[in-house]
Nanobody, 114 residues
Framework: QVQLVESGGGLVQPGGSLRLSCTASGIMFSIYTMGWYRQAPGKQREWVAIISSGSPTNYADSVKGRFTISRDNAKNTVYLQMNSLKAEDTAVYYC????????WGQGTQVTVSS
């Protein structure tokens, strides 16, 4: 069964950090481009970061310098380290696996609030 399962979301104060994890099953993980997207209330889903099978990365301007995406192919897992979090980072974060088509996780809530 093809599945992406995210974890690591929660409530954090502005300036704090969180690390999201996404573990894949049922796919040849190492050949997929993996990404993180987010959707805030009332807004469209937006791209946050991607990491290709060869590990080059790319980031949305809004998170560049604060977020880091990485992958561990041995664990079929992609991570998103989020530092210096801001209130505007509050959203449901979704993991994505892309090859010929998209696979999505169920999402994990990140809330940045004092």
């Amino acid at each position: 069964q093809v599945q992406l399962v995210e974890s690591g979301g929660g409530l954090v104060q502005p300036g704090g950090s969180l690390r999201l994890s996404c573990t894949a099953s049922g796919i040849m993980f190492s050949i997929y481009t993996m990404g993180w997207y987010r959707q805030a209330p009332g807004k469209q889903r937006e791209w946050v970061a991607i990491i290709s099978s060869g590990s080059p990365t790319n980031y949305a301007d809004s998170v560049k310098g604060r977020f880091t995406i990485s992958r561990d192919n041995a664990k079929n897992t992609v991570y998103l380290q989020m530092n210096s979090l801001k209130a505007e980072d509050t959203a449901v974060y979704y993991c994505n696996a892309r090859l010929r088509f998209d696979i999505w996780g169920q999402g994990t809530q990140v809330t940045v609030s004092s």
